[in-house]
């Protein structure tokens, strides 16, 4: 049972500050994360596959919310970044012949360099209209990808070596899992400090109230600026992975579309918000799969439109995240917290 | 009270001019606060009031004239420098931080004061923790000097609005100033939060002697607590002194406090 101390018996500022705050939780997170680590051996490849998908979706929708859901700052350009860290990975490796280890975080810390280029906007542009000048960064990023023959190897993409340590290769389905979901483990940590320590609580703040946390002493431009090569790093580490994952990257993959759908996983999860991030990441990673099978099912039931409600899925997929956002505007992590007020007075209603 | 004459400086405003197109707010406006005086700006609405503490914390850039603090030259230094050396404020219109816990926005009342970056933040534990533990005490001291326990893990936004007030005046104390700026702290409060607002606003200049400078239309609390005032009409300074030298100035008297009204001071 979830029954928790019925009064507040914490001493010590350390104990109230713990994000854990009962025995329960501890344990249910700790169970959950050994089943992590157990999944790839009692399911099959495809769903172990398709858990790598959803670590990496896990990452990257951190990464946007970080610049969008706790800073404020809409960023269309999550996709392009991306694929900058997938490009960049692959370079690493390939032409500087580094180990995957040192290349990701060197990936990462590129695509950051990058995101905080095309933050500089952020300094003059607020709401919509940074939001159409992060569409560009999509753009020139997309462009340089066809364009940079060298490095990306234009529109045929180009290969990714797969990580080794020793004489260990990362390319089976079990290898990718466990390194995705370390990382995406570590990735949800990180968020979760930063935002109860001095720069994720700046950024809700020039989020909250630009004018008064300035007052505050919190330095406008650093923080947004932050923010962005912060989330690009996130990017970047994701584009890294999904390299990983695929063996092989190319420009078609990072287009405006995947921004898109960054965006909608932290708003259907929840804005500024690290549990919402993760279901966003794995709702906008799941409904797609089950339509394809649903509609799979329909189509051989009834063959003779069986292309027509193939051709639905886009259609139902636009419904459904529609739906989400009249009855669940505050996403997913708002319901969760519902959901577990509930259970914590159930059967009592108060 | 006149013991404050003979204190040093702290605030020296030197002919502040502030135009808006126009239309000027603040005319050649000079005056100096003293270390640990309550000094007051009154006026009527319009008058430039707030127009001059933005200037004083730096929202707005006057286009001439002088604001020196603690010796300092401050008139074009950003809002955030000034908060280093020693400026804080509340506003007229809540400006607190709505999503976060009443304890976070107090906690980035210490931003200013606390040293963990980024890569620290991220790993938390070690010094990290250390430090937000030791900032967490002193932030719980001004929870308590408050008197805002019960409401210390409220999300902000779901206050009323009596508290969220208390709590902005908590987060600019939370800074450690030396300076307070104060935007009508008492609007829109019943008389008891009114005397709770005066109690803590004396309590603050007396016991952590931090100057204020209030602007505050309820002039039974202004004459009340103000070692010094100074009257503005259309961006233009009519009156200075003692609260009873500007009760009697028939200038005042005319453009705000009222002719044979004298019951302006009834509460």
Redesign the interface.
């Known amino acids: 049972m979830s029954v928790a101390h019925c009064g507040d018996f914490r001493q010590s ?2 104990d ?2 713990k994000v854990l705050e009962t025995r329960f939780v501890r344990v249910s997170v700790g169970a959950f994360l050994v089943l992590l680590y157990i999944f790839p051996l009692l399911a099959s490849n495809y769903l172990t596959s398709t858990m790598t998908t959803i670590g990496i979706a896990v990452i990257g929708a951190l990464g946007i919310n970080i610049v969008t859901g706790y800073t404020g700052q809409i960023s269309l350009g999550q996709g392009a970044f991306m694929g900058v860290g997938a490009f960049a990975c692959s370079y690493f490796m390939r032409i500087a012949h580094l180990p995957f280890w040192i290349a990701m975080p060197l990936a990462g810390l590129a695509t950051a360099a990058v995101g905080m280029v095309f933050g500089l906007p952020s300094a003059r542009l607020k709401g919509l209209y940074l939001a159409i000048a992060t569409l560009a960064a999509q753009f020139i990023l997309q462009y340089l990808f066809i364009h940079m023959d060298a490095v990306t190897g234009g529109s045929n993409g180009i290969q990714f070596p797969p990580p080794e340590i020793g004489s260990f290769v990362f390319d089976g389905d079990r290898s990718k899992y466990y390194l995705t979901i370390t990382v995406a483990i570590s990735a949800v940590l ?2 979760t ?2 935002m ?7 950024f ?2 020039v ?3 630009h ?10 431009f650093k923080y947004r600026l ?1 923010s962005f090569s ?1 989330s690009a790093f996130y990017a970047g580490i994701a584009g890294s992975l999904w390299g990983v994952y695929t063996g092989y990257i190319s420009a078609e993959h990072f287009t405006l579309t995947e921004s898109i759908n960054y965006l909608a996983m932290i708003i259907i999860g929840g804005l ?1 918000s690290v549990l919402g991030s993760i279901f966003g990441a794995v709702f906008m990673t799941l409904l797609p799969q089950f339509l394809t099978v649903g509609t799979g099912a329909l189509a051989q039931i009834f063959p003779k439109i069986g292309f027509l409600i193939m051709s639905l899925k886009d259609g139902v997929f636009g419904i459904i995240v529609i739906l989400f956002l009249i009855f669940e505007p505050d996403g997913l992590a708002h319901r969760w917290r519902l959901i577990k007020a509930y259970w914590k007075l159930y059967p009592f209603s108060y | 009270m006149t013991s404050s004459l003979e204190r040093p400086v702290q605030l020296a405003v030197e002919n502040i001019s502030l135009r808006f197109g126009g239309v000027m707010a603040l005319g050649g406006l000079g005056f100096s606060v003293r270390n640990g005086e309550i000094f007051s700006i009154i006026g009527p609405n319009g008058a430039g009031k707030t127009s001059m503490l933005n200037c004083i914390s730096g929202r707005y850039q006057p286009q001439r004239g002088t604001i020196s603090f603690d010796g300092h030259d401050i008139t074009h230094r950003p809002p955030a420098a000034r908060a280093r050396l020693g400026i804080a404020r509340t506003f007229q219109n809540i400006a607190l931080f709505k999503g976060m816990s009443v304890l976070d926005n107090l906690l980035i009342g210490r931003h200013i004061h606390l040293k963990s970056g980024l890569l620290r933040g991220g790993f938390y534990f070690g010094p990290c923790q250390k430090e937000e533990i030791e900032h967490r005490r002193i932030v719980e001291d001004i929870v308590d000097f408050l008197e805002i326990e019960h409401i210390r893990k409220r999300i902000v936004g779901t206050l009323a609005y009596g508290l969220q007030k208390r709590v902005e005046l908590a987060r600019a104390l939370a800074l450690n100033p030396k300076l307070i700026l104060l935007d009508e702290p008492m609007a829109g409060m019943n008389l008891e939060e009114t005397e709770d607002m005066v109690r803590f606003i004396l309590d603050i200049n007396q016991e952590r002697g931090i100057t204020v400078i209030l602007v505050e239309h309820d002039m039974g609390v202004v004459m009340d607590i103000s070692d010094h005032l100074v009257v503005l009409n259309f961006g233009e300074k009519i009156g200075e002194g003692s609260p009873d030298e500007v009760q009697a100035d028939p200038e005042v008297i005319k453009a705000y406090l009222g002719g044979e009204d004298s019951v302006f001071l009834g509460r």
Do not use: C, P
Not at chain 1, 197 to 202: F, I, L, P, Q, V
Not at chain 1, 212 to 220: N, P, W, Y
């Open positions: 500022y350390r109230d500050m990180f968020t400090n930063l109860r320590s001095r720069d994720g609580r700046a809700i703040a989020r909250d109230h004018l008064s946390a300035e007052i505050m002493g919190v330095h406008l932050l912060v500024g």
